[in-house]
């Protein structure tokens, strides 16, 4: 049986083709620039030549027929017929109070799903067209839908609600939410088995790091808090979003400057954040003009780092007892300089990192484990696999077996767990750099 994963942005269409019976990704994908006047597709497949093409997409049903098209191509296709795929999980942005764990598709989720589009106006209509672009070309297969925000649903109303009129909560939804739950999940489960403790006796900070960027604070293994909000803008310091900020700025800089509502909103979304301060967004690129004297750059790092450190430290106050400290996502898995600047200073509070070790940690084939031994905190680097989370919950909707995720037995939750492609990529990359070898936690696979 195959699974088909698709995350199905406002212009994009990234997708995974998952073999469940032989656990392994057969193929990864991404169409880009839909509606505009032409798309482009990419799709890259072990064995096969990697595909690319310019072709015309104007809504997301054109660009899902060419997917599933390709996946079945005599030449870069993986799989012989679309009958083999046995269900299609999605990835969608916002489930608001209506929907807390993932759920099985039929016509009353999209109308609640269509309700939901003004918490979010920009991916909400996108991830729809998406469900029902596949509803309409592979009838009678299972669609799941797993939301970014049902992992943080367990958070308590103080730490949800914002001091604001209660009206705008109770007419409008106005609360805190939380992002990149698939990932927070996934990384949280990672950790307990590293740590070889049951999750419900785990308490861990994730922070995920990448162009967007958000930190959790996991309890027993629930969510008790997470930075970002009602959207994803709350929160860390981002590529190019504000973050946390003075509400008062808006109609300071509306009446100054001139800006519509809606003006705004972009220039938090899209303008502000490392682009904001320094013009640049790629992590890489900030440090490379930091390190040659860049001093915009290196203040938009500082204040990235700075802001991730507040939120670690804030959370290890409301967990009191904290097991590890996870960094994840593109440049939690790669960025040793921002890695180091969060964590600095925390020594007195029992995170000491190991800065050789810290250094090392340059790959997304393997679990590190980044802390000095005199550390009380363990501090990890754990490659999140969203993809894999949304299969799984895809695979336990249809044939019935689905619970919330403190009940619900995930593959990855367990010790026995081995992620076949990447730890066949971390025997290359120990083969290249034999130091690697030495930090990979205990209780990762080798």
């Given at each position: 049986?195959?699974?088909?994963?698709?995350?199905?942005?406002?212009?994009?269409?990234?997708?995974?083709?998952?073999?469940?019976?032989?656990?392994?990704?057969?193929?990864v994908?991404?169409?880009?620039?839909?509606?505009?006047?032409?798309?482009?597709?990419?799709?890259?497949?072990?064995?096969?030549?990697?595909?690319?093409?310019?072709?015309?997409?104007?809504?997301?049903?054109?660009?899902?027929?060419?997917?599933?098209?390709?996946?079945?191509?005599?030449?870069?296709?993986?799989?012989?017929?679309?009958?083999?795929?046995?269900?299609?999980?999605?990835?969608?942005?916002?489930?608001?109070?209506?929907?807390?764990?993932?759920?099985?598709?039929?016509?009353?989720?999209?109308?609640?799903?269509?309700?939901?589009?003004?918490?979010?106006?920009?991916?909400?209509?996108?991830?729809?067209?998406?469900?029902e672009?596949?509803?309409?070309?592979?009838?009678?297969?299972?669609n799941?839908?797993?939301?970014?925000?049902?992992f943080?649903?367990?958070?308590?109303?103080?730490?949800f609600?914002?001091?604001?009129?209660?009206?705008?909560?109770?007419?409008y939804?106005?609360?805190?939410?939380?992002?990149?739950?698939?990932?927070?999940?996934?990384?949280?489960?990672?950790?307990?088995?590293?740590?070889?403790?049951?999750?419900k006796?785990?308490?861990?900070?994730?922070?995920?790091?990448?162009?967007?960027?958000?930190?959790?604070?996991?309890?027993?293994?629930?969510?008790?808090?997470?930075?970002?909000?009602?959207?994803?803008?709350?929160?860390?310091?981002?590529?190019?979003?504000?973050?946390?900020m003075?509400?008062?700025?808006?109609?300071?800089?509306?009446?100054h400057?001139?800006?519509?509502?809606?003006?705004?909103?972009?220039?938090?979304?899209?303008?502000?954040?490392?682009?904001?301060?320094?013009?640049?967004?790629?992590?890489?690129?900030?440090?490379e003009?930091k390190?040659?004297?860049?001093?915009?750059?290196?203040?938009?790092?500082?204040?990235?780092?700075?802001?991730?450190?507040?939120?670690?430290?804030?959370?290890?106050?409301?967990?009191?007892?904290?097991?590890?400290?996870?960094?994840?996502?593109g440049?939690?898995?790669?960025?040793?300089?921002?890695?180091?600047?969060?964590?600095s200073?925390?020594?007195?509070?029992?995170?000491?990192?190991?800065?050789?070790?810290?250094?090392?940690?340059?790959?997304?084939n393997?679990?590190?484990?980044?802390?000095?031994?005199?550390?009380?905190?363990?501090?990890?680097v754990?490659?999140?696999?969203?993809?894999?989370?949304?299969?799984?919950?895809?695979?336990?909707?249809?044939?019935?077996?689905?619970n919330?995720?403190?009940?619900?037995?995930?593959?990855?939750?367990?010790?026995?767990?081995?992620?076949?492609?990447?730890?066949?990529?971390?025997?290359?990359?120990?083969?290249?750099?034999?130091?690697?070898?030495?930090?990979?936690?205990?209780?990762?696979?080798?």
């Amino acid at each position: 049986m195959v699974i088909l994963v698709l995350n199905c942005g406002s212009s994009s269409a990234k997708y995974q083709v998952y073999d469940w019976d032989h656990k392994k990704v057969l193929s990864v994908g991404v169409v880009e620039r839909i509606g505009l006047e032409y798309s482009t597709i990419e799709q890259k497949s072990p064995n096969r030549p990697t595909y690319n093409a310019r072709f015309s997409s104007p809504t997301h049903k054109e660009a899902i027929e060419l997917v599933l098209k390709m996946i079945c191509d005599e030449t870069y296709g993986v799989v012989k017929d679309l009958k083999e795929i046995g269900a299609v999980g999605h990835r969608v942005l916002h489930g608001g109070e209506v929907f807390k764990q993932s759920a099985l598709v039929d016509e009353d989720t999209i109308n609640k799903l269509k309700e939901l589009i003004p918490l979010g106006p920009l991916h909400m209509p996108a991830n729809i067209m998406g469900i029902e672009a596949v509803m309409s070309l592979l009838p009678g297969v299972p669609n799941a839908i797993v939301m970014d925000t049902a992992f943080h649903q367990t958070m308590s109303q103080e730490a949800f609600m914002y001091a604001l009129p209660k009206e705008w909560y109770t007419s409008y939804n106005v609360r805190r939410y939380g992002f990149h739950g698939t990932s927070h999940l996934y990384c949280s489960k990672r950790a307990s088995v590293l740590l070889g403790k049951s999750p419900k006796k785990t308490n861990v900070v994730i922070a995920h790091i990448g162009n967007g960027a958000s930190v959790s604070a996991v309890k027993n293994g629930v969510c008790i808090d997470t930075s970002m909000g009602l959207t994803p803008l709350e929160g860390l310091v981002m590529g190019t979003r504000s973050g946390d900020m003075d509400p008062a700025i808006m109609p300071y800089i509306m009446e100054h400057v001139g800006l519509s509502a809606k003006e705004m909103d972009t220039a938090l979304n899209k303008k502000s954040g490392l682009f904001g301060i320094c013009g640049l967004t790629d992590r890489r690129d900030v440090e490379e003009a930091k390190n040659k004297g860049n001093k915009d750059a290196e203040l938009a790092f500082n204040m990235e780092a700075r802001r991730i450190k507040k939120y670690i430290g804030s959370y290890m106050f409301l967990l009191g007892k904290v097991d590890a400290i996870v960094f994840t996502a593109g440049v939690g898995e790669f960025g040793v300089g921002i890695r180091e600047a969060a964590l600095s200073g925390l020594e007195e509070f029992g995170v000491i990192l190991d800065k050789k070790a810290n250094a090392l940690a340059r790959s997304r084939n393997g679990e590190f484990e980044i802390s000095s031994p005199k550390s009380k905190v363990k501090v990890y680097v754990i490659p999140t696999d969203e993809e894999l989370v949304i299969t799984e919950d895809a695979v336990a909707l249809m044939k019935g077996t689905y619970n919330n995720h403190m009940e619900f037995k995930y593959s990855f939750a367990s010790k026995k767990y081995v992620n076949k492609a990447r730890a066949a990529n971390l025997k290359k990359d120990i083969e290249k750099n034999p130091a690697l070898k030495k930090i990979i936690a205990e209780n990762s696979w080798k």
